[in-house]
């Protein structure tokens, strides 16, 4: 699993890969909670991530509430089919905004 | 084991000196646990596992890494960590996704005990189980611990969602079978038989017009459970229903598509959500008379070699009493098991949002330890009497199979209502034709007074069905006249004899044209009767299409197309599901047709009619004989008590004889006319209209009702 953050003007993107899960999920949630305590308006590039577990659901969730919390916003670009699926399977999918590309990605942001 | 301290505490509760580690066992950082409740329960940094055993002296507990075979880890509790007869202890660093856990006991042996430092125990309250993650995949039979315990997130966002408290008059129960729902490939489900394809399925129940839904048992069971091949088919029979519990507290692992991640609480959750939001309430069907180690020749899971005596009903030489009929009883009437019970509905009430509970096999729940049945069972008066099951739905197949039969004598506390076996009998009965049946159809139409009215029950009690999973389905009542069961392999010698069914002319499917025709308006009757009854009424799975079993009346085993709803069938019979569709919004459309008390003649309000009145081929006139086949009622609406007055009138006739007559019908109120909402002896779409489009009649006196024919009228 590897985080890589940059800003695009007010908006943190961090592009995530690999797979988060419950041995690299505390991990990734140290990276990224710090990212929107700073700036709670994020783009989170999933589209490097293979597999997401349980532990890796809850670990968006919480980066999720941080941000509404900060009243900002989690769009989730690029994420696999399969993810969606179990996302939407598992209610976790509807709390999140949904991109295909960053150019969209940061246009939900700014339209909210 | 050691003492510890300067270890220091988990990462995140360095703070929480109440979760700060203070002993150690080999690389484990342990603090002794807390009792309640049992179960493994997240905490700060660990994990509380307590477990009671009333007799054990020792107990391990037993961790695996996920689908490893051997375990990576055996914790013994340490005595001090023991209060009275429970276990508890809290194991720091764990990685909550990754484990899976048993226990390992021993104790006394003797007359009632089953003890076996041997197996890895199940926990009778893991909220998780692994062991059968994907439905039919073939287990690793040489596993040890087949099925283990996992850990469960409590963290699910409902939002607004809660139990959806929809007044019991108002329920249209449709019974159904997670898996049986979706795992026809017409089904277009991308997750067949999953809880997460049933979801998809909401547009197709709000089309319906159901607005509760009762599954068959979700509670972990195994499917392989006495598993065999068919020697006709070749096929393997799987214990595909599920009444055989295997863990009361864990959603079955194989029924979710995210079982194999271990997220089946998330994925049922969010099912239970959607129905909601669906205005769709859940009940489940709940299995507590037995579980799954079966009788002395059964495997030993769990609660056998956790404390056997506490479990089990068990004569004086330690066998096990079996009025289930599946080997074992579970002695819910031991202040212990009866806890237990109570605390996994609460769970399933208060973490899963469940509506409501239909026990299988009540009647064992109001038997004592030795199996005698108690005038009042402390059981069912805990459920009646509980905090968080206030506004649940509590439903009881009154009878088991000791032989105790308890419809209309159910132990109700105000709260109970019972699967009305009487209905679907005289039903059946009715409408095949037989003789002298007017009577016992009169008494079900108005919410068996007979069985539920001394005791101030009301017809709310009375849940009202023609067909349910056990037994034929709808099509099959009018297409059979002996069961077919061939496929279960037990030469037919299984299921019911009695079915009081008629195949219309011929066994099983048929090219002929007059006995199609008769079979729909047969099944239109059955709707028609089920949906103007006072009680709750109850639809099978797929009846509104005239799915079929081939004649076979007990498809616990049948993991195929016998149980499987083919989808197709919507497009076949759509004649049937519109005319369920319409009749189930008639019946929402009136309020006299679902009271909560039942109607006695009396006129309420002084309208000038009696509330509910009998009629013959002359209005005012039934015929209660032997030879007569017509039952035929109106209900009043401005004459009813004040809960269901504000409605119109409403006349139902219901002609299960082979001549079509003419029939009197009673007169209105100035001002009022007969309109046509229902007469099943026209073709669809005359068949039925919708509520607001009933068609006005223009003999306002008298109507020709056709042969094996029902119809409805409004008064408006």
Known sequence: ???????????????????????????????????????????????????????????????????????????????????QDTMDMTGFLGFFTLADTLEEGLAHIEGA | ?????????????????DVYPTHRHGDFRLR????????????????NFSVYSSSAQSCTLVLFRKGERQPYAEIPFPDSFRIGHV???????????????????????????????????????????????????????????????????????????RPLEIPIEDLVVYEAHV??????????????GTFAALREKIPYLKDLGVNCIELMPIFEFDEWENSRQSPITGETLFNYWGYSTVGFFAPKTGLAATGKMGMQVDELKTLVKALHAAGIEVLLD????????????????????????TYYMLTPEGYYFNFSGCGNTLNCNNPVV?????????????????????????????????????????????????????????????????GLYQVGSFPAYGRWAEWNGKFRDDARCFLKGDEGTVGAIAKRVSGSPDLYGANGRGPTASINFITCHDGFTL??????????????????????????????GAEGETDDPGIIALRHRLAKNAFTLLLTSHGIPMILMGDDMLRTQQGNNNTYCQDNDLNWLDWSLLDRNADIHRFAANMIALRQAHPSLRPRDHMNGEDHSGAGYPDLSWHGAEAWQPDWSDGCRLAAWMIAGPSCQAQCREDDFIYVAMNSSWQAFPIELPGLPEGRRWHMAVNTALATPDDIHAPGDEVPLDDQGSFLIGDRSAIVLIGK
Not at chain 2, 179 to 190: N, Q, V, Y
Not at chain 2, 294 to 305: A, H, K, L
Not at chain 2, 487 to 500: F, K, L, P, Q, V
């Open chain 2, 475 to 504: 099509h099959d009542l009018l297409a059979y006249n002996e069961k077919h069961n061939e496929a279960n392999d037990e030469d037919n010698r299984d299921g019911e004899s009695h079915n009081d069914s008629w195949n219309c």
């Open chain 2, 87 to 161: 276990w508890c202890m809290i194991v720091f660093d764990l990685d909550y996704e990754d484990v899976e856990y048993g226990y390992r006991m021993n104790g006394p042996g003797g007359p009632g005990h089953a003890f076996n430092p041997q197996a890895i125990l199940l926990d009778p309250f893991a909220k998780a189980i692994s062991g059968r993650d994907v439905w039919g995949a073939e287990p690793d039979w040489d596993r040890p611990a087949p099925y283990r315990g996992r850990l469960v997130y409590e963290d699910f966002d409902w939002e607004d969602d």
């Open chain 2, 338 to 402: 009866r806890q237990m019970v109570l605390d996994c509905l609460r769970y399933w009430a208060a973490d899963f949002h469940i509506d409501g509970f239909r026990f299988d096999l009540a009647a064992i729940l109001g038997r004592d330890p030795w199996g005698a049945p108690l005038p009042n069972p402390p059981l069912l008066e805990s459920l009646a009497f509980d905090p968080i099951l206030g506004k649940c739905k509590l439903i009881a197949e009154a009878w088991d199979a000791g």
């Open chain 2, 1 to 17: 084991m050691e003492n510890i301290d300067r270890q220091g505490a988990p990462a995140g509760v360095e703070q929480r000196i």
């Open chain 2, 32 to 47: 002794p646990g807390r009792p309640f409740p049992f179960g493994a329960t997240l905490v700060p940094g660990g994990v």
């Open chain 2, 286 to 309: 709940v299995v507590f008379n037995h579980t799954a180690e079966g009788n002395e020749m059964g495997p030993t899971i769990s609660f056998r070699g956790i404390d056997n005596s």
């Open chain 2, 179 to 192: 898996r049986g729902l979706t795992a026809h490939e017409s089904s277009g489900s991308r997750h067949p």
């Open chain 1, 1 to 83: 699993m590897e985080i890589e953050v940059r800003s695009e003007g007010p908006v943190a993107v961090a592009a995530v890969s690999g797979d988060i899960d419950g041995k690299t999920a505390p991990a990734a949630q140290a990276q990224l909670l710090p990212v929107v305590e700073q700036s709670p308006q994020v783009v989170l590039e999933m589209s490097g991530v293979r597999f997401l577990s349980s532990a890796g659901l809850r670990m968006m969730l919480l980066v999720y509430r941080h941000a509404t919390a900060r009243e900002g916003k989690v769009v989730l670009v690029g994420l696999s089919e399969e993810i």
